[in-house]
């Protein structure tokens, strides 16, 4: 029974994979302007949307069916994005006024607009659309004239801000007229200047001399190695020129951080846009998704995309006026990030790997070096040794010792004690503490518990839990020949190591990691059949020797 269940653990985790997004709609900070916080200009073309609503008038209390579809006219142009919400016509620029309540729950959630929980309506997934419908409610107090705005998501880059809707009037009161017809284009700040070629790749020649280098490998040259990921900067007067390379489809960026934690750090996008590449700067709050910025701070972009190699080039000037709050100042020493990953429609997903990261800060505007990293922190490597070798040895070799040894060393004894069993406590206490040992290694790294490693902590937990349990088990054993109270967890063991070779920071090579792990359980496995064959290949060949020579028992 014990293949048949291994099997199963092995091939379940190798099928496990996560993905990760960023069009949740939480679009709360975007209520007042209704601006998607995309870092471009929304499209100065009409737009193929519009709202329609199933009443002309309203008392308090009414309740509104407000529909926001695709016109006709406009064909089979669905959207992925949309923020609804009602404001006061008098006012517009005012905040949301009623609530809502869902008509399309898989598609459509409420977002607090203003002082009134369920004031506005996004979308819950980029899936596309062509038609979405919501209930509102007008509040007790409403003002004369109520009119409805949509902000309407085709694609990330593409998209139409407070498209107006009709305007409904209190009843009774005096007819609000349609407001101006406002246009539905608003202004961003431009994050990037004018983009222009790189005329050549860049090279390695003159790091640690006249530019600070940071590269993966180490010693890599972009120019030669297209697998090179290569930062360097330059301070020329008073800016510093920085250089970014490396193999990546979507984006590749680079971030200043105070520590080696993703948070409050000053990030440099190049995110790939078809043939092209967008340079922007970015700031990142915790672990979420950089927020471009709202002001122009680089100038003399290049770029060059080859043979799947992105490389973009800018300048920053060091100081920057105080109410730039998000950008640091570049003569102060930081700690260097190397990310890269997948870019869709210019949104950028979570990085595909384990970000580089230098190994000590430095100053920005300091003497040349050659820069070291890592993607792989050596806390997080010694919780993997640590691990396996409790797990695919030391318990291993134990179980093997007291259930196929336990007879053939009936009576040889060590410090008094049969020899199997000293052996079989010697390695399962070795076991113990190397599971104590590698179990507190994540946690002393991270400062506490990690939110984004899956379900491999809860498991390592729970193979604590049981490794703490097994001695008192033992303890309680009445004899060492018995096999009771055998508290053994293979499942769980197994599951918690598969998810944990998939961790990022371990920076193991996929699939052969995982190839190799199975490799060895399938070894496991095969060493104890042959073992279990032997014991009754012997208990077999007694019984016809024993009758072969007349004795019985």
């Known amino acids: 029974a014990g293949i048949p269940q291994t099997t199963l653990v092995v091939v379940a985790v190798c099928l496990i994979k996560t993905a990760s997004g960023f069009a ?10 209704m601006t998607p916080q995309h870092g471009h200009d929304s499209s100065s073309k009409p737009a ?20 926001l579809r695709v016109v006709p006219t406009s064909g089979s142009i669905s959207f992925k994005g949309f923020l609804i919400e009602a404001r006061d016509a008098g006012n517009p620029d005012g905040p949301a006024v009623g609530s809502f309540s869902l008509l399309n729950p898989s598609e459509s959630q409420l977002l607090h607009c203003g002082h009134t929980q ?45 498209i107006p809707g009709p305007v409904v009037s209190l009843n009774g009161a005096t007819r609000v007229p349609p407001p101006n017809p406002t246009p539905t284009t608003t202004t961003t700040a431009v994050v990037t200047t004018t983009l222009s070629a790189l005329t050549r790749p860049f090279s390695s020649e003159g790091c640690g001399r006249s530019k600070s280098c940071l590269r993966d490998p180490v010693g890599c ?55 092209s590449v967008d340079i922007n700067a970015a700031y990142v709050s915790g672990r979420a998704h950089p927020q471009l910025a709202s002001e122009n701070v680089l100038s003399d972009t290049a770029w060059q995309l080859a043979d ?32 890269h990953g997948r870019a869709e429609d210019g949104v950028i997903y979570r990085h595909d790997r384990q970000p580089l990261i230098s190994t000590h800060q430095t100053v920005i505007t300091g003497l040349p070096e050659n820069l070291a990293g890592s993607r792989s922190p050596l806390l997080i490597k010694f919780h993997g040794v640590f691990m396996l070798v409790a797990w695919m040895t030391t318990v291993t070799t134990g179980v093997i ?118 490799g060895c359980v399938v070894w496991g496995v095969l060493v104890d059949l042959l073992l279990e064959f032997h014991s009754k290949v012997v208990i077999v060949t007694g019984w016809f020797l024993l009758i072969y020579s007349g004795k019985s028992f």
């Open 24 to 33: 949740n709609g939480k679009v709360s900070p975007a209520c007042g302007d």
């Open 48 to 67: 193929p949307y519009n709202i329609t609503l199933d009443k002309p008038t309203f008392s308090p209390g009414d309740h509104i069916t407000v529909t």
């Open 118 to 162: 369920g004031s506005a309506v996004s979308h819950t997934s980029k899936s596309k659309k062509t038609e979405i419908q919501a209930v509102w409610e007008a509040p007790k107090n409403p003002p004369s004239g109520v009119q409805f705005m949509a902000t309407v998501v085709q694609k990330y880059k593409v998209y139409w801000v407070q």
């Open 221 to 275: 040259d972009p120019g030669r190695d297209p697998l090179c990921f290569f930062l360097s900067f330059t301070p020329e007067a008073r800016t510093v020129l920085f250089e970014l390379s490396g193999p990546a489809h979507g984006y590749l960026s680079f971030a200043l951080s105070l520590d080696k934690w993703m948070g409050n750090d000053d990030v440099y996008l190049c995110v790939r846009d078809g043939d």
């Open 308 to 339: 799947g190699v992105i490389q973009c080039r800018f300048r920053r000037d060091i100081l920057l006026p105080r109410q730039i709050e998000s950008r640091f100042s570049l003569d102060q020493s930081y700690f260097l990030f190397i990310a």
């Open 401 to 518: 010792i007291a259930r196929y040894f336990k007879h053939d060393w009936p009576e040889t004894r060590l410090f008094g004690r049969r020899l199997w069993f000293q052996v079989h406590r010697a390695l399962m206490t070795l076991t113990v503490l190397l599971t104590c040992v590698g179990f507190s290694l994540p946690f002393i790294y991270r400062g506490g518990w990690s939110r984004h490693a899956g379900s491999h902590p809860y498991l390592g937990c729970t193979v604590m839990a049981l490794s703490f349990i097994q001695p008192i088990m033992a303890l309680l054993r009445p004899a060492t020949d018995s096999s009771r109270y055998n508290l053994n967890p293979p499942t769980v063991i197994l599951v918690a190591i598969f998810l944990g070779i998939q961790q990022q920071a371990l920076l193991l090579p996929g699939p052969w990691s995982t190839g190799v792990l199975a």
